[in-house]
């Protein structure tokens, strides 16, 4: 009995301390049952919305509640940066157990004010921060916005400028956010140093850099200022720039930067270790390749032997990319490695393809235009919704887009996205910024061709927004009085024809010989004939009255009159810019007959060429090549209007205005004489040019040139030549040229130098 009644107690005593043990280990988990929630509280609100927590927390009616999810929960709160402190507590309301958050909220941002910002507006600084008024504090958001600030002073120039912050309570739950501003002077670079290059000067590797030295210009410009964004950046165009000239090992060390004791100037050090110049010892072709080998070696511009390049192997990866893409292998993928040779400077290049499925376009939409008809984009399209996809289709599209000049400069941009499911279909999203396409001009000044002048014109280039022109310009000066009015449609009824005309009205008296009005208007037609060519017809109505003749010899008879002329022309224009070109080409061949009726009649052929090519860094050459023959028909005189004499700011520069060209002998009834330009029936020039930069951000670059050219017979032929230099400014009027030309050969004492200014681009 003793014994079974001492089982019993062992019993009850192990079930005792094993039910304990259980509870203290329960106690100790991360994840003890607290309570099961009836209801969760927030208190402490003001300005928080309390939707704003309750969406945030896992604690919610009916859950049971453990010290994890408790944890979790005041992290999430803590978590919308709204509150200094959070409490949770359990409540106990009749049998409901209630979850009670207390918070206590941070106070508001009633103002930001800057002190010490001269340079920079206030409302400049605030639109680039994330703290605004009336924000909740939040201290890592204004620690950002100090550095954001720091940033914008960069930019201008101001590298050593200082920028802190105070709170001050005007309230107990408001508070005001003052930034101090201390700027110092601009810094502005007085010396660029490099060391250690042997294969490139110092003064062509400034030029790659954005980062310049103060110079002669730069108060026009940011030339000069220090910026560090710019200057880290300016490292790996160096880098860049020594890899594409075979330098593969090149490396640009760590900068020396000093600032001047009165914080003023810094000057800058770079080492740069340039290591051996590579070539190319072998290319092989690798993984799954789709073409002949000789026909990859055929395309891409990297040979065996070549000096290595950087961006040459960029362009053949992006040229393999495309020829596969072309295939239909959207997502297509060119792989390179590069083994250098042991003991020698050279390098084997190996391309691997990897080529993935053929796929399709699908949907093509436009976004972002709200004026452009989304039909002005698509026609320019070379894609075809459910056609295969083709990579180059796809860039020249693109290229075309951006072509029109409706959009901002580099904001075209071509998504390709795959719809969910279809990963062998590609939709394309075309995303444009429209810009301002209307122009407003207005200028007046001083021409050594016309003397003083002023001119006002007005353009639409997106008429309505179906990419149509519409343009009036006016010009008055001494010599010249014109005005134009045209419109061009550039897809007449949604086909690829260009229909467009002009009224116009010329007075031009710049001849010493005579002075003459011409009035007209012309109808254009054109045609795509291949990619980047055109075929044009125009016709032509053109009425002269000669108003006053200072030469005897001109046969007003002949002058006066309708010229009734027919136009047809092929161009070819693959220039990149055709503004401001800097590479490609324009070619225009074409002939003109007068007689079909009116009062004159000619034959005339025109031959135009123009070649730009990008040197080396901004240093541009332009070049030109122009001629044209008039031919007589029926024996019918050919009006000296129409003629030709060369010399002044359009072709020869060295020269006078029509000081080039066969002269004649007019006698008056006094008996005196004066030699005129009776000009030719036929003129050919060409110019060569070296245009670069001066000050880039003003829009001002140098010029050195050369031209030499003939008016007369096409038979006796005498070349004129000359050289010279100039500036040109990039106004908002126009191109501002101020030249300097001087004659070469015989008649370089005679002529003397000639100085020119003119508004508008020579070609």
Same mark, same amino acid.
């Given at each position: ?109 009633? =103002? ?34 100090? /550095? ?49 290059? +042997? ?39 160096? +880098?860049? $720039? ?18 001047? #004791? ?55 990866? %992006?040229? !393999? ?28 290049? /190996?391309?691997?393809? /990897?080529?993935?499925?053929? @796929? ?78 209307? %122009?407003?001009? !207005? ?15 007005? @353009? ?9 022109? !519409? ?9 010249? +009085? ?9 897809? !007449? ?20 010989? $005579? ?40 046969? #007003? /008879? ?15 224009? =693959? ?25 004159? +009649? ?9 070649? $730009? ?15 044209? =023959? ?51 029936? $036929? ?81």
């Amino acid at each position: 009995m003793i014994r079974n009644h001492t089982n019993k107690i062992l019993i009850v005593l192990f079930a005792f301390i094993f039910s304990q043990a259980l509870i203290a280990l329960e106690d100790l988990g991360p994840r003890k049952r607290l309570f099961r929630i009836d209801g969760v509280r927030i208190k402490g609100l003001k300005k928080v919305e309390k939707e704003a927590i309750l969406e945030k927390i896992a604690s919610k009616k009916g859950l049971r509640l453990t010290n994890y999810i408790l944890k979790k929960d005041i992290e999430k709160i803590y978590s919308l940066k709204y509150f200094e402190w959070v409490q949770a507590h359990h409540r106990k309301v009749g049998k409901k157990d209630i979850l009670e958050f207390i918070v206590k909220e941070k106070p508001i941002i009633s =103002k930001i004010i800057f002190e010490g910002n001269d340079e920079i507006d206030e409302d400049d600084l605030k639109a680039e921060m994330k703290t605004k008024d009336f924000a909740i504090l939040d201290i890592n958001t204004i620690k950002n916005d100090l /550095e954001t600030i720091r940033k914008q002073y960069e930019e201008k120039g101001f590298y050593l400028a200082r920028v802190e912050y105070d709170l001050k309570e005007i309230a107990q739950d408001s508070l005001e956010l003052v930034f101090k501003v201390t700027e110092y002077d601009k810094v502005r670079v007085k010396k660029v140093t490099f060391l250690g290059n +042997k294969a490139f000067s110092d003064l062509q590797l400034q030029d790659i850099m954005e980062t310049r030295e103060e110079g002669l210009f730069s108060f026009m410009s940011e030339a000069g200022n220090f910026k560090e964004f710019n200057f880290q950046t300016d490292i790996e165009r160096i +880098k860049y $720039f020594y890899k594409t000239k075979g330098y593969l090992q090149v490396n640009v060390g760590s900068p020396q930067i000093t600032v001047s #004791e009165d914080k003023k100037w810094v000057f800058i050090t770079l080492k740069i270790t340039e290591g051996p110049k590579f070539s190319i010892n072998s290319i092989t072709f690798n993984g799954e390749v789709l073409f002949p080998d000789p026909e990859l070696r055929e395309k891409i511009s990297l040979k065996e032997g070549d000096t290595y390049s950087e961006e040459a192997l960029r362009k053949d990866i %992006q040229l !393999l990319t495309e020829l596969y893409q072309d295939e239909g292998y959207a997502f297509a993928n060119v792989l390179r490695t590069l083994q250098v040779v042991p003991g020698e400077n050279k390098v084997d290049v /190996e391309f691997s393809f /990897e080529k993935g499925k053929i @796929a399709y376009f699908g949907k093509i939409s436009v976004k972002g235009n709200s004026k452009t008809r989304d039909k002005v984009v698509r026609r320019e399209l070379l894609i075809r919704e459910g056609t295969k996809f083709s990579g180059s289709k796809l860039r020249r599209s693109k290229e075309n887009v951006n072509r029109l000049g409706f959009f901002e400069p580099n904001s075209v941009v071509f998504n390709t996205v795959s719809p969910k499911g279809k990963d062998d279909v590609l939709d394309v999203e075309i995303q444009v910024k429209e810009r301002n396409t209307g %122009q407003i001009s !207005l200028g007046a000044g001083y021409s050594t061709a016309t003397g003083g002048f002023m001119q006002a014109s007005i @353009a639409q280039n997106n008429f309505r927004g179906l990419g149509q022109n !519409l343009s009036f310009s006016l010009s008055l000066s001494e010599s010249n +009085k014109s005005f134009n009015l045209g419109f061009t449609e550039p897809y !007449l009824f949604d086909t690829k024809w260009t229909a467009g005309g002009d009224i116009f009205r010329n007075s031009n008296e710049t001849s010493d010989a $005579f002075s003459y009005k011409k009035e007209g208007f012309d109808l254009r037609v054109g045609y795509p004939i291949f990619d980047y060519t055109s075929l044009f017809v125009t016709y032509k109505f053109e009425d002269t009255k000669i108003k006053s003749a200072d030469d005897p010899t001109i046969d #007003e /008879e002949v002058e006066n009159g309708i010229a009734s002329s027919v136009n047809v022309a092929i161009i070819r224009d =693959k220039r990149n810019n055709k503004f401001e070109p800097s590479a490609g080409y324009y070619l225009r061949l074409a002939t003109e007959y007068a007689g079909v009726g009116g009062d004159k +009649k000619w034959f005339k052929n025109e031959f135009d060429s123009r070649y $730009f090519y990008n040197v080396w860094g901004d240093l541009v050459f332009r070049s030109r090549l122009f001629a044209s =023959k008039l031919e007589v028909v029926d024996g019918k005189p050919i009006p000296r209007s129409e003629k030709f004499a060369l010399g002044g700011a359009r072709n020869l520069r060295g020269y006078g205005y029509e000081a080039i060209g066969p002269k004649s002998i007019a006698t008056y009834s006094d008996g005196s004489t004066r030699e005129f330009n009776s000009r030719g029936l $036929f003129s050919t020039f060409a110019t060569v040019e070296f245009e670069h930069p001066l000050a880039r951000e003003a829009g001002l670059k140098w010029v050195v040139f050369a031209d030499a050219g003939h008016a007369g017979d096409y038979d006796n032929m005498k070349i004129y030549s000359d050289y010279g230099f100039g500036f040109r400014w990039f106004s908002p009027i126009g191109v501002l040229r101020f030249e300097f030309g001087y004659p070469m050969g015989d008649e370089a004492d005679s002529q003397g130098s000639q100085f020119h200014f003119d508004i508008g681009q020579l070609f």
